[in-house]
């Protein structure tokens, strides 16, 4: 008898509701001032790195690293005057954002976001089968308390994105708004404070062990760690202990671990970068507003505009000149939009140099 005829592999259909997704990125290119993923311009501290590397001979390489993290739980805690249970920390704040979705969206439930917003609620809700709201911002951008309340009655989302300052506009929300959506909200809110140590107050002073608060963060943007991926939540113990059903077993290494417990030995360096960025956004938004270009106030690390000419070309000559920006212009409700990120004095002297050329 002869052998069966091979038939072809036919692999089988990702999710219907994938079916239309597009991955989540942002443009790739080789150029001397890179200034659109919201980076730190600067790098940690020399004794940091010093503590960092003499940690990592310690480290038992072939053993499993602590699943609860509770060292470096312990102290964020203590960073934000909370104790350790009421802390997670993640690969990143958005593995912290598909825990809380995972957790409390699913099939069945919906979360509200209002654009534009930062994309991966969005998406990360998606993902995780989770239905999206939107919610709209006014034409400046600014949160109407009326549209929240709309659709927190109408769509009752078991989670509510709020981002403050928010990106990709920069604006920060006040916290009276915060509070409101809080009282009003039929289930989590999830204040994203990934830009919170530029902005001049924080939602962290509203959490508390019955509230349906919680605050994310990250070690991206003022602790100069994007290349560690580490971000994390303080909300009630409960929401933590939902949270860590659904995380991954082993989800954060131990020298991720231990390079975001001994950057909070760093605070002061830390606050003194920050105090560098925000003077240098405020310089850079009155050079912008000087070349004829709309810029919105930003309470973050970086400042949304729209040049007088078209942004695309626009985009296009700052890269031919080696400035890499942020193009928006084809995002939902930001034409001819781009965002730059606040870099050093030198970077952004380059870019703005390189955008008057552009534009003239």
């Not at 060292?71 to 825990?99: K, W, Y």
């Not at 405020?282 to 070349?291: D, I, Q, T």
């Not at 930003?298 to 729209?306: D, K, V």
């Not at 942020?326 to 140099?353: H, I, K, Q, Y």
Request: glycine share 6%; aromatic share 6%.
């Amino acid at each position: 008898m002869g052998r069966p005829p091979i038939l072809p592999a036919v692999l089988p259909p990702v999710r219907d509701d994938l079916a239309e997704l597009v991955g989540y990125h942002s443009a790739q290119v080789d150029v001397d001032v890179r200034l659109n993923t919201n980076e730190s311009p600067y790098p940690p501290p020399a004794a940091w790195r010093e503590a960092f590397v003499a940690e990592l001979d310690g480290v038992a390489y072939h053993r499993y690293p602590d699943r609860r993290a509770r060292a470096l739980r312990a102290a964020i805690g203590e960073l934000h005057g909370v104790g350790a249970d009421q802390v997670v920390a993640a690969n990143g704040s958005n593995e912290v954002l598909q825990a809380l979705c995972l957790a409390y969206g699913g099939p069945g439930r919906a979360a509200a976001t209002f654009e534009p917003t930062y994309a991966l609620h969005s998406h990360i809700a998606r993902i995780t089968g989770t239905g999206v709201v939107s919610g709209q911002r006014r034409d400046d951008f600014t949160l109407d308390p009326a549209e929240v309340r709309r659709v927190l009655a109408t769509a009752r989302p078991a989670i509510t994105f709020l981002c403050t300052p928010n990106n990709p506009t920069g604006l920060v929300e006040p916290q009276e708004l915060v509070e409101a959506a809080v009282a009003a909200a039929p289930g989590l809110v999830v204040v994203d404070e990934a830009y919170a140590q530029f902005a001049p107050w924080s939602a962290l002073s509203l959490v508390a062990a019955d509230r349906p608060l919680v605050v994310t963060r990250t070690f991206s943007k003022t602790w100069a760690m994007a290349g560690m991926r580490l971000g994390y939540l303080v909300g009630p113990p409960e929401v933590v202990e939902a949270c860590e059903r659904v995380l991954l077993p082993y989800h954060l290494d131990a020298a991720t671990q231990a390079a975001g417990r001994l950057a909070l030995r760093y605070t002061a360096e830390m606050e003194a970068r920050v105090a560098a960025v925000v003077a240098e956004r405020e310089r850079l938004a009155a050079a912008l507003r000087e070349l004829a270009a709309q810029v919105w106030p930003s309470g973050a690390n970086f400042l949304l505009f729209r040049p007088a000419r078209d942004a695309d070309l626009v985009w296009k000559g700052l890269v031919e000149r080696s400035v890499l920006v942020r193009n928006c212009s084809s995002w939902p409700r930001l034409a001819g939009c781009l965002r730059v990120t606040v870099g050093t004095a030198a970077e952004n002297d380059a870019f703005l140099s390189a955008l008057r050329e552009v534009l003239t």
